[in-house]
């Protein structure tokens, strides 16, 4: 029996790449970086299926030169604002996405960089290596408190709620913004209050972003949102770089509107070697790594697989974003 063809954009962990290629006749792009614009348009020419990235853009143009045989669209990711999603269901396609199996990876990042910032370890680490510790001294990288701070967390679904569960360990205050989520029984448990965003940037120590990234959300925090927030705040993202506006950003942590960043994500990916940002001290930045634990990637190659291999096969996606396909 002929295999369905797919195009894989990267090397994903072995634990799922096998299930693909033993299901699938698999075109894997096994290069560093993603795939260039005009080798995907080519390289999905007459594919059943495509497995791809965050990193890769898979809208209109993609699926039309995949073409009427397109099954399944799988992305390697929980996050999906690189799929057109319209797109995919006008044409019928199905797109899986991994939620869930990064939820707990994920808020132990968010929270190691709310911890990193706060206590400034990467400014620390920095001072040591340029060899500029040369005594223990009172008012040597003064940092702010963790424990019993107020913490806003802007998204209050599996990763926030992660968020706000970690932080119960640190006595601290949850407050937190999510327009779909008013009453819910995690946060009435834990006595974590939801409001306004403004009073959450307003009253909080620590802000950090959940959401994901669409048109409600891009640049959420602008200038005016930072213009709201304590001198003394940290703001963490880890969910998608547009969320922040990054030029407000930098003039934000330049002029002592806010205390600090941490962040995992950035617009664009990676940073440009010439972003201001770059030159500040009071931020940290990662290379968009907050899922990265060796169980957790894999995980996700394996969902990834599944969903690919149910679309190819016709059954319903395990983690379908566009349901209303099945509807059709
Ligand atoms: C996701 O899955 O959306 C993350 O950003 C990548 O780990």
């Given at each position: ?5 797919v195009f894989v954009t990267r090397?994903i962990?072995?634990?799922g790449l096998?299930?693909v ?5 698999a075109?894997v ?20 299926g495509i497995l791809s990235l ?18 399944v669209i799988s992305n390697y ?227 990834a697989a599944?969903n690919l ?20």
């Open positions: 029996m002929t295999k369905p063809k090397l962990p072995e634990v096998r299930d290629r033993a299901f699938c006749e075109d792009w096994t290069e560093e970086l993603p795939p260039p614009r005009d080798v995907i348009l080519d390289r999905v020419r007459g594919v059943e965050l990193t890769d853009r898979i809208d209109a143009e993609v699926m039309d030169a995949a073409g009427s045989d397109l099954k990711a929980v996050g999906y604002d690189n799929v057109d999603i319209p797109a995919a269901t006008a044409r019928g396609v199905p797109v899986g996405n991994t939620p869930g199996v990064l939820t707990d990876t994920t808020a132990d990042f968010a929270f190691a960089l709310l911890m990193a910032a706060a206590r400034r370890i990467v400014e620390g680490d920095k001072f040591t290596r340029a060899g500029k510790w040369k005594t223990w001294g009172p008012t040597l990288l003064l940092g702010g408190d963790v424990t019993s701070a107020t913490l806003g967390i802007v998204g209050f679904g599996r990763i926030g709620k992660g968020m706000a569960k970690r932080a119960q360990g640190f006595d601290m205050r949850v407050l937190y913004h999510d327009p779909l989520c008013r009453d819910d029984l995690y946060a009435a448990q834990i006595g974590a209050r939801c409001v306004d965003l403004d009073a959450l940037l307003r009253e909080s120590d620590f802000v950090s972003l959940h959401t994901p990234l669409n048109q409600n959300t891009y640049h959420l925090i602008d200038a005016d949102a930072l213009s709201k927030m304590k001198p003394t705040a940290v703001l963490i993202n880890t969910a998608r770089g547009p969320i922040v506006d990054h030029d407000a950003l930098y003039r934000a942590l330049r002029t002592g509107t806010i205390g600090y960043a941490a962040l995992d994500v950035t617009e664009p990916e990676p940073i440009p070697a010439d972003s201001p940002l770059l030159s500040l001290d009071n931020i940290i930045i990662a290379p968009h790594i907050a899922s990265a634990s060796v169980a957790t990637r894999g995980k996700m190659a394996q969902m599944a291999i149910a679309g190819l096969r016709g059954d319903r996606l395990p983690n379908c974003v566009n349901p209303a396909v099945y509807e059709r």
